[in-house]
């Protein structure tokens, strides 16, 4: 099959923002192009919406989203082919210089920034996860461990699934720089100077670094983190834009990564990396026990409400935490009930797929609730959902009821990845024959899946309602907020 060309619509997307001067910034998540321009009233947002590949467009977090879906890399590439250099003469860390809301910008960056660093490492460390479950599940002895825990062949497809995990300072180092407009080498060396592997043993067993009269600093495992390297980027992106204005040019070269790599390493093992790890250890570990303490209280509230946070991209800023809770605690309860709210949108999806007799409709459904079912929740709000309003609510109580179930199952995650597809994730790598989160996620993702589609079949959806129509969204102060 030829490859779609996309330059036709990177062009329109680039026209229809206010053309190659008015970006400041673009980056890109798992289904979206996230600009930063510099006024967003120049982009026409009716025109974009009506543009055949492109499922919606949203003003939130300090940025124009433009919903593209599962193609989104591909037109991203296309856009940033067509802008050539005029990115780089505007620094990807340049923001709107002329906020409506001085706070709204702050949290706008903040989850840019945040957006920018870990959407490039999801898709790996959602491998991983399910990796990681599939080799829990090969084990169980109720299918006769059909893979030997203690054999090469475990050990190396083991390594496969943790090295992401590993080197995730590595990953995450890669993704900040480049969101930054940094030096992706320089901040790719810092996150190997956490994860190297003389360090993570001295961290494990807590070895003293020195001692300050009676403050003892000690060597933490850094592995497996995220915020220590992502203010770690930060500071090297700073320092090294400050270095160059400051060293001569024949000494760039060599003496601005060396002195970059040496401080901002050795400010992270000291100083940064204890307190921030340190923090998002505890701050992980409280959502963890939160959400288990509460229950099906818990379930029926995050179970609800999650995917109203999508429509604004604003689950970004829950992504970090739960990748914090995965890998400094091993497990998620929270990604568990996150799970059951793309089934339930999946699966209301779905029931429009089969209960419409739109050929348009039903092949956009399907593929929707596909995309859904295997952890992708927005060509299913976007492309049908939120357009009929029912279908919206339908999944939305479909996760509640799934959540409520979980909760009150007390399931959890051990991997990233969510949806149908991510059930491997449910069996705990440490003790496979372990299956009380397992049987939790067939039972929830059995509700959520009647539930939602029962409720989209007989009220959700119906022929006779036109599509398109526009849904009202409650519009941030100083801001728009486009309908979907």
Same mark, same amino acid.
């Given at each position: 099959?030829?490859?779609?060309?996309?330059?036709?619509?990177?062009?329109?997307?680039?026209?229809?923002?206010?053309?190659?001067?008015?970006?400041?910034?673009?980056?890109?998540?798992?289904?979206?192009?996230?600009?930063?321009?510099?006024?967003?009233?120049?982009?026409?947002?009716?025109?974009?919406?009506?543009?055949?590949?492109?499922?919606?467009?949203?003003?939130?977090?300090?940025?124009?989203?433009?919903?593209?879906?599962?193609?989104?890399?591909?037109?991203?590439?296309?856009? /940033?082919?067509?802008?050539?250099?005029?990115?780089?003469?505007?620094?990807?860390?340049? @923001?709107?210089?002329?906020?409506?809301?001085?706070?709204?910008?702050?949290?706008?960056?903040?989850?840019?920034?945040?957006?920018?660093?870990?959407?490039?490492?999801?898709?790996?460390?959602?491998?991983?996860?399910?990796?990681?479950?599939?080799?829990?599940?090969?084990?169980?002895?109720?299918?006769?461990?059909?893979?030997?825990?203690?054999?090469?062949? %475990?050990?190396?497809?083991?390594?496969?699934?943790?090295?992401?995990?590993?080197?995730?300072?590595?990953?995450?180092?890669?993704?900040?720089?480049?969101?930054?407009?940094?030096?992706?080498?320089?901040?790719?060396?810092?996150?190997?100077?956490?994860? %190297?592997?003389?360090?993570?043993?001295?961290?494990?067993?807590?070895?003293?670094?020195?001692?300050?009269?009676?403050?003892?600093?000690?060597?933490?495992?850094?592995? %497996?983190?995220?915020?220590?390297?992502?203010?770690?980027?930060? /500071?090297?992106?700073?320092?090294?834009?400050?270095?160059?204005? @400051?060293?001569?040019?024949?000494?760039?070269?060599?003496?601005?990564?060396?002195?970059?790599?040496?401080?901002?390493?050795?400010?992270?093992?000291?100083?940064?990396?204890?307190?921030?790890?340190?923090?998002?250890?505890?701050?992980?570990?409280?959502?963890?026990?939160?959400?288990?303490?509460?229950?099906?209280?818990?379930?029926?509230?995050?179970?609800?409400?999650?995917?109203?946070?999508?429509?604004?991209?604003?689950?970004?800023?829950?992504?970090?935490?739960?990748?914090?809770?995965?890998?400094?605690?091993?497990?998620?309860?929270?990604?568990?009930?996150?799970?059951?709210?793309?089934?339930?949108?999946?699966?209301?999806?779905?029931?429009?797929?089969?209960?419409?007799?739109?050929?348009?409709?039903?092949?956009?459904?399907?593929?929707?609730?596909?995309?859904?079912?295997?952890?992708?929740?927005?060509?299913?709000?976007?492309?049908?959902?939120?357009?009929?309003?029912?279908?919206?609510?339908?999944?939305?109580?479909?996760?509640?009821?799934?959540?409520?179930?979980?909760?009150?199952?007390?399931?959890?995650?051990?991997?990233?990845?969510?949806?149908?597809?991510?059930?491997?994730?449910?069996?705990?790598?440490?003790?496979?024959?372990?299956?009380?989160?397992?049987?939790?996620?067939?039972?929830?993702?059995?509700?959520?899946?009647?539930?939602?589609?029962?409720?989209?079949?007989?009220?959700? %959806?119906?022929?006779?309602?036109?599509?398109?129509?526009?849904?009202?969204?409650?519009?941030?102060?100083?801001?728009?907020?486009?309908?979907?």
């Amino acid at each position: 099959m030829a490859e779609k060309d996309y330059s036709k619509l990177a062009s329109i997307i680039i026209e229809n923002v206010g053309g190659k001067e008015n970006i400041a910034g673009l980056i890109h998540c798992i289904t979206r192009l996230r600009f930063t321009l510099r006024n967003e009233d120049l982009a026409k947002d009716e025109v974009l919406k009506e543009t055949d590949g492109i499922i919606d467009v949203i003003h939130a977090a300090g940025q124009y989203q433009v919903v593209i879906g599962n193609a989104v890399t591909k037109v991203f590439d296309a856009v /940033m082919e067509e802008l050539e250099d005029e990115l780089k003469e505007n620094d990807q860390s340049v @923001r709107r210089s002329e906020a409506r809301n001085q706070f709204v910008q702050l949290f706008g960056n903040l989850i840019g920034f945040v957006t920018g660093a870990m959407s490039p490492v999801i898709g790996v460390i959602a491998a991983s996860g399910i990796t990681k479950g599939m080799l829990a599940l090969l084990t169980l002895p109720q299918l006769g461990a059909l893979l030997d825990a203690k054999g090469t062949t %475990y050990a190396t497809i083991s390594a496969i699934a943790d090295s992401a995990f590993y080197f995730l300072p590595i990953l995450v180092g890669i993704g900040a720089a480049k969101r930054l407009g940094g030096d992706v080498i320089v901040a790719a060396v810092i996150g190997g100077v956490l994860a %190297y592997p003389t360090l993570v043993e001295w961290g494990r067993s807590f070895k003293g670094m020195f001692s300050i009269g009676a403050l003892d600093f000690q060597f933490l495992n850094y592995s %497996y983190s995220i915020f220590p390297m992502i203010l770690a980027a930060w /500071m090297a992106k700073k320092l090294g834009d400050w270095l160059k204005d @400051r060293l001569p040019d024949c000494l760039q070269t060599i003496f601005n990564p060396l002195i970059t790599v040496f401080v901002v390493s050795v400010i992270t093992l000291v100083v940064t990396g204890p307190v921030i790890q340190g923090l998002a250890n505890g701050i992980a570990a409280f959502v963890n026990w939160a959400v288990s303490m509460s229950g099906w209280a818990g379930g029926l509230i995050i179970g609800g409400f999650y995917q109203v946070l999508v429509i604004f991209g604003l689950h970004w800023g829950v992504v970090p935490l739960v990748s914090q809770q995965i890998v400094s605690t091993g497990e998620s309860p929270l990604n568990a009930i996150i799970s059951d709210t793309m089934v339930a949108q999946g699966a209301a999806v779905l029931a429009v797929a089969l209960k419409s007799r739109k050929e348009d409709t039903k092949a956009l459904g399907v593929a929707a609730a596909i995309s859904a079912f295997c952890g992708v929740t927005e060509p299913a709000i976007y492309g049908i959902n939120l357009r009929f309003r029912r279908v919206f609510i339908a999944g939305l109580i479909g996760s509640a009821a799934g959540g409520l179930v979980t909760g009150l199952m007390h399931g959890t995650m051990y991997g990233f990845t969510g949806g149908l597809i991510g059930f491997s994730s449910f069996f705990n790598p440490e003790d496979p024959s372990q299956l009380t989160s397992f049987c939790a996620f067939l039972i929830s993702s059995m509700v959520s899946i009647a539930v939602a589609f029962a409720i989209t079949w007989v009220w959700g %959806y119906n022929d006779d309602m036109q599509m398109g129509e526009k849904i009202e969204k409650k519009k941030r102060p100083g801001a728009h907020v486009a309908e979907a």
